[in-house]
């Protein structure tokens, strides 16, 4: 029987002016695939063109998005908000209680438009080779997409919707930033699409907001796949908030729906060994070129049966359920 499903895009070819942007190197080596020790994640997109192998093909993405005129201006009023001054740091240092200052700040984000708000504090291991970054925590802020638009993927109307949650990201990003500010301390918004100094996923895990499933971006319990993540960066001290499972990667485990969809079969059913743990991982080298095509793509989120309205609860209930029995049998834990 064919693992493909009878809607797939297939076979796809690259365009060969996209394939004359693409380095010899494969993406997969530069993430780190088969390395059994812990690094830090090397660049492979969205840093300065300039910095990263895959620059020149970063360059010839852009350029595809600049040549639709809606998605153009979604990018101009995006980079507007991106570019709005910061406020100046008070030169008064407060001293405000760790506990509280979480509490406000986690109702600034809300109050903003947040629908998912996480705090802790910053491994090395999550930023990014090359970056000079000294802030020791930071604030996750996840904003839910739009289901019908997502679903349209991987037609252009679920690229203007990830442009338009980027925007947002930032914007549900800025009171918390001005307000540490305002307190004495520095703070630093940060929303897509660059990818700044921190890869966010394994941050975003640590502080609550849920598992990696097999497509490679996280399910949460109330959102499934369908939320983009921005984020705050300070030195000012905060409560850590702590993960939380509910069987998504049990569910992932014997679940195919985003491995079908995947017109060019970046993603597999088993995990894989990068910089020193076996997780999912979706094929850079096969992923990317389709990607590149479509504004984006994001066939594996809009299909992913926890991102339907209404659906994650339900399934984060069943599956924590599921899950412990499955690893603790006897109860006895
Ligand atoms: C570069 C990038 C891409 C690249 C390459 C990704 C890759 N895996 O090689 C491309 C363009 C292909 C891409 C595609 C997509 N991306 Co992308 N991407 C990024 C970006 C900017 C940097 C991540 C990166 O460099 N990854 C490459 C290396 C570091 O990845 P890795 O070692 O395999 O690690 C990944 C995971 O395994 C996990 N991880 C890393 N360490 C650890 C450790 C542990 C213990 C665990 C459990 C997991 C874990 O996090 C990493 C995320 O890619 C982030 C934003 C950010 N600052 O983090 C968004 C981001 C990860 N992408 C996102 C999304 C949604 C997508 C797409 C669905 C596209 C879309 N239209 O929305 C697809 C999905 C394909 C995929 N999963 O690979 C979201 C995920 C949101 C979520 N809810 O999970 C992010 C966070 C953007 C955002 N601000 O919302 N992406």
């Known amino acids: 029987m064919s693992k493909r499903s009878p809607n797939r895009v297939s076979p796809f070819t690259p365009s060969p002016e996209q394939m004359a942007c693409w380095p010899d190197i494969s993406g997969n080596k530069i993430n780190g695939v088969g390395e059994a020790g812990m690094r830090r994640p090397s660049r492979i997109m969205w840093h300065d063109p300039d910095t990263q192998p895959h620059g ?3 360059n010839w993405f852009w350029k595809q998005g600049a040549n639709q005129p809606e998605l153009r201006e979604k990018r ?78 991987p037609e252009i109307t679920a690229g203007m919707e990830v442009v338009d949650k980027y925007t947002y990201g930032w914007v549900v990003a800025r009171p918390a930033a001005n307000w540490i500010r305002s307190r004495g301390w520095r703070a630093e918004p940060k929303g897509g699409p660059l990818a700044g100094p921190v890869n966010l996923l394994p941050a975003a895990i640590e502080c609550g907001f849920g598992e990696l499933g097999k497509h490679g971006s996280l399910i949460n319990r109330q959102l499934g796949s369908r939320f983009r993540l921005s ?39 088993d995990k894989v060994l990068v910089r020193g743990e076996h997780k999912w991982y979706v094929d850079f080298d096969r992923c990317m070129p389709y990607f590149a095509e479509t504004f984006g793509c994001a066939i594996c989120i809009a299909v992913c049966p926890w991102s339907k309205p209404d659906r994650a609860p339900v399934l984060a209930d069943r599956w924590t359920r599921i899950s412990q029995r499955r690893h603790d049998p006897d109860g006895r834990n």
């Open 56 to 58: 020149q093909l970063q």
């Open 76 to 153: 101009t009023e995006r980079q507007k908000v991106i570019n709005v001054e910061l406020p100046p740091i008070a030169d008064e240092k407060q001293q405000v209680d760790p506990a509280d200052a979480s509490d406000r700040i986690r109702q600034l984000a809300l109050d903003a438009g947040a629908d998912l708000v996480g705090i802790i504090p910053v491994q090395d291991e999550w930023v990014f080779e090359g970056y000079d970054f000294d802030y020791p925590w930071m604030v996750i802020l996840g904003v839910a997409m739009d289901f019908d638009k997502l679903a349209t993927a």
């Open 231 to 269: 984020a705050v960066f300070t030195d000012l001290p905060l409560v850590a908030d702590g993960e939380d499972r509910f069987g998504a990667d049990d569910f992932c485990a014997g679940c195919q729906v985003c491995v079908r969809a995947c017109p060019v079969d970046a993603i597999g059913n």
